[in-house]
DNA sequence: TTATTCTCAGGAAACGTTTCATGACTATCT
DNA sequence: AGATAGTCATGAAACGTTTCCTGAGAATAA
């Protein structure tokens, strides 16, 4: 029973109109009421509904908007696909989802998948500067690629600062901030340096760990046993750039026989919830993913272009989760 | 720099070839050599790319299928997006997708933008039987709608009686079936049963208890109470129709001073991983995920429709979480 | 050589919209 | 009353492809 469907061309038969008064009336333009009646009557009837090639072939736009994110196995990934559709639904654009992990790591391909794909604009989630031709509206999220480039983020540094505060607040006399990540720089590394600049005005002694490309919080093990004194550890605070690393370090330091948070405070930054209570995996640094979304897709669709700012950085907020005191 | 898009119209000239020629290279069919190699060369000279919308208002076909999923929320979905995604990929598909929640619910509205969308073909997880029109391939994951909508799910079933039978090899000898869920039913439902007439063919004396629309397993709390002698449970081993209501059932009994595994084994469904290390909530039966998404996309775009089967259920396999002695 | 078939590029029509120029008609002004 | 301005539906052109028909030339057969 596939019926062909109707164009406008036969509602502006049925109803007795010319085809430009059934665009009209589509697109909601001035008809006169008489027609408008007869052309609603014939699209009802017909069961008629624009062809979005033929419009998007005139109109040169779409409303469809590519989201690229790495995958979706990392909740905080998820979580802004979730809001980001939210976000473009509210105000009727359709989403594309491309995941680069997908695609063997390689954002290059899926960007021109996306040029290829005629969207009105991108929102990625991108390490690389692939997205260098200014034909499509393009937000980055997370990574700063240069003035021309308009970037979302969460305040890194001051969420780094925040933490900073917290810990002294909450009695800490010697810090530790941790970092794990990739090579390729990203707005998240203002985290460390909001929180070692943020130890440093409160007068907390801070050491400072990085590794590259590793994965579990193990290489932070012979530091940790470095650092014990009659089984304490000397530091009664530390800061970990993300709850991923934060649970590895709890967890590290449950082995090492250490107590969290009654011998050691520490704080990850993300604010990723469990899907099966929605607590935080652990006290934490609270990303307003929702707000990140909104504002990508707000910027992404603003009318003037040239009011759009490079670097948007939106506030974060403390989140409790048990491994600290408060 | 917005440099207009060049057309087939352009690469004709630059090459000094007819149209049609041109669209015969890029599709790949049959052209003289030299002709190719003139228009190959255009097309790289002046960086064409076909107009999706040109394309599809002449072929009636987009390349992208729509995916309706209710959130990102829950493990199980966002995997479900990211294999599917996967699998579209593969094969030259784009996805478009539609969170159902974000949609106050509203499960026919969602449908109504798919259909407006023109898309090739929707795999969708719904709830009710919104896609009643068969314009455009549909394909149902884990709820049955009728023979005419072909349906990919686990084998529920064989989940059930999966379960059973470990819970009889891990030595219980009477056991509790919880369920709780949404009134509609689906596939998952078969679950239970299963688990049930496993008990029965194996002579294990099984307990049957279900709660439509309540989150939390404190519904449970009065069952539990009533059914303790001495501080211990009569059931030696508890069956979940989902890990998060197994997850659930455990801190509940822990309130309740019950050991998990020791005194009580506990088998959920589905196969949720932590995103911090991978393993599994529970002990569970293992939703084949990567498997249900490709053969999703397998019956979707199979050019012989006649040969889609109406049902097509997938092995599960056993999780080991802790929640069982192994 | 001439007639017949085959191959393959050229060109035009069509897909379903949007938009612009046109002209019919009404309303306002002098 | 006649001229001018304003409103608004009409119809055609254009968007960038695909596809079908035509015909030119090559290849084969007689």
Redesign the interface.
């Known amino acids: 029973?596939?019926?062909a469907?109707s164009t406008m061309k036969d509602v502006a038969r049925e109803a007795g109109v010319a085809l430009g008064t059934v665009s009209r009336v589509v697109n909601g333009q001035q008809v006169g009421e008489e027609y408008r009646v007869k052309v609603e009557a014939a699209i009802e009837k017909l069961g008629y509904?624009?062809?979005?090639?033929?419009r998007?072939?005139k109109t040169n736009k779409?409303n469809?908007i590519a989201v690229i994110l790495p995958?979706?196995?990392?909740?905080y990934f998820?979580?802004l696909?979730?809001q980001i559709?939210?976000s473009l639904?509210r105000r009727d654009y359709?989403?594309?989802?491309?995941?680069t992990d997908?695609?063997h790591n390689r954002e290059d391909e899926c960007v021109r998948?996306v040029?290829?794909?005629?969207v009105d604009g991108i929102i990625g989630l991108t390490y690389n500067a692939v997205h260098l031709s200014?034909?499509i509206p393009f937000i980055s999220i997370d990574r700063y690629f240069g003035p021309n480039v308009p970037c979302v983020a969460s305040d890194n540094y001051g969420g780094g600062r925040l933490a900073a505060e917290r810990l002294a607040a909450l009695g800490c006399k010697k810090v530790l901030s941790l970092w794990t990540g990739s090579a390729t720089p990203g707005e998240a590394d203002k985290r460390v340096d909001g929180f070692i600049t943020g130890c440093n005005l409160l007068g907390i002694p801070c050491d400072d760990l990085r590794y590259v490309d590793v994965d579990g919080a193990d290489v932070f093990r012979d530091h940790f046993q470095k650092h014990l004194i009659g089984g304490k550890l000397i530091y009664d605070g530390i800061f970990c750039n993300t709850d991923?690393l934060a649970?590895?370090v709890r967890e590290l330091l449950a082995e090492l026989g250490i107590r969290v948070p009654e011998d050691v405070q520490i704080i990850g930054f993300d604010g990723?919830r469990r899907?099966?209570?929605g607590k935080f995996?652990c006290t934490t640094i609270i990303q307003p993913v929702d707000k990140i979304a909104e504002t990508c897709v707000d910027m992404l669709l603003r009318e003037d272009r040239s009011q759009v700012p490079s670097l948007l950085c939106l506030p974060v907020s403390y989140g409790f989760g048990g491994t600290t005191k408060e």
Chains 1, 2 share one sequence.
């Open positions: 029973m596939k019926k469907m509904q624009v062809n979005p090639y033929a998007g072939l779409t469809i995958s979706m196995e990392h909740p998820s979580s696909a979730q559709n939210l639904t359709q989403m594309m989802l491309f995941l997908s695609h998948m040029r290829q794909n005629k200014d034909d991923l649970i590895q990723i899907f099966d209570n995996y």
